[in-house]
Every structure is written in C-alpha cells, then in structure tokens.
C-alpha cells in the first residue's frame, strides 16, 4: 500500500522551455506533499512542501516563480520547473506522508536541461 | 530548522565485516529517524527506522540505536555483503503528517570481496 507514481521517470527538454512532474498518490489521500532535488552524489534536499488547497511552502533560496507546485487534490501533486536552464538539470523525487511517523516516495525525474 | 550531519561519507569494508554509519541531529522536537539506502537513479528505500521511545532497534543484520541525550543515531550493518553496496542516508523529523524529513549527506559503503 501507500503507493506514490512519479512520471515522468526521464525527461530532456530544450533551455526556455517549461517541464512538468506529475506525482500521484495510488491507493491513498496525501494531504502534504514534499518535493525534493537531488544533484550528482548529493543528498536529497527539501524544496517545497506543499497542502492540498493552498499554496506550497518554499524552503530558503528555492524560487517560487521557477518552481511552480500544484496540489489541487488529496491525490495529485505537480511540479513545473519554468524557464529550465542546464543548472537545474536533477533528479527530482516527490514524497508523501502516509501517517504519523512513515514517508513514501516516488520513483523520481531525471530532468536534462540542453 | 532542523540540521542532519552524516559520517563518513564514504566507507569500504570487506565482506562479512561491520559497517557503521553515525548522525547526529540539532531539533531537539525530532522524534522519528528513518534509514534508506538508495541505489543510483532510484528512489530511496527505507532499511529501517526508530522512534525516539526506544534507544535500539534490530532487523537480521541492521540495527539502529538512538542516544536523544546526545542527539545522535548510528546504523550498524553487520556481516555485509556485497549487494549492500549503496548509498545510505540517515533522516529525522517530528512526527504528525505534514512534517518535513531533513537528510543527511549520505554515505557510500562499498562493500568488497
């Protein structure tokens, strides 16, 4: 159970452009969702969280206006990175709270900016 | 906010030794400190976790332990085996739904024969 699908799994898309990541909760209702970014041989680091309903909350120096977060419902939750440059080419992973101590986590975007 | 620190980065052991990981933690409120191993290009998997009503946790060959005084939480895999070659991260947070998950930096165990 509290199975969370991350799509897509791989993506390359031109500089200016604007890419999409879609996580969806399978079998449950994810009031809050956690999005992370991961760069080469690093860990993963907290970008947003965001509830059902009402705006995300960004962590410190990630940009909102760039990184547009979605959750219009208990089991959809998405990710535009804006205007993508090479420097935001990562491997991004969504992640939900399933109850009061355990997360699940998608199975991740590898976005290539070219 | 919370701040997770991870030693060592890397570590190599032989097969069938002992591998231990160490983190420490600065939020005094984090109550639930979660282990993953994650592989490349994959999502993190959980390996086991603990709660901060119990000072050791075991499963087989992993085991956790827990010293809230001193804020700190190790991993101890022991008698590895290659395919516990991976990257391994501690995590902590407060429990209740809509908390956040702080990792740590990460180590990579290499596991030789």
């Known amino acids: 159970g509290a199975v969370v699908s991350q799509h897509p799994s791989r993506v390359i898309c031109k500089s200016g452009t604007s890419v999409k990541i879609e996580c969806r909760s399978l079998d449950f209702q994810a009031t809050t969702m956690f999005w992370y970014r991961q760069f080469p041989k690093q860990s993963l680091m907290l970008m947003a969280t965001?509830?059902?309903?009402?705006?995300?909350?960004?962590e410190q120096g990630v940009e909102k206006d760039k990184f547009l977060i979605n959750h219009a419902s208990l089991t959809l939750s998405t990710l535009t990175v804006t205007s993508a440059h090479p420097e935001d080419s990562s491997f991004y992973i969504c992640?939900?709270?399933?109850?009061?101590?355990?997360?699940?986590f998608g199975s991740g975007t590898r976005l290539t900016v070219v | 906010g919370e701040n997770v620190e991870q030693h060592p980065s890397t570590l190599s052991v032989q097969e069938g030794d002992s591998a231990v990981i160490k983190c420490t933690y600065s939020d005094s409120a984090s109550n639930y400190f979660p282990w993953y191993k994650q592989e490349l290009g994959k999502r993190p998997q959980l390996i086991i976790d603990?709660?901060?009503?119990?000072g050791e946790k075991k499963d087989q060959r992993i085991a956790v332990t827990l010293n809230k005084t001193a804020k700190h939480f190790s991993l101890h895999i022991t008698e590895t085996q290659p395919e516990d070659s991976a990257v391994y991260f501690c995590?902590?947070?407060?429990?209740?739904?809509?908390?956040?998950?702080?990792f740590g930096t990460g180590t990579q165990l290499k596991v030789e024969l």
């Open positions: 603990i709660r901060s009503n119990v």
């Open positions: 995590a902590a947070s407060r429990a209740g739904g809509g908390n956040k998950l702080t």
């Open positions: 965001s509830n059902e309903g009402s705006k995300a909350t960004y």
């Open positions: 992640s939900a709270s399933i109850d009061n101590y355990g997360y699940t």
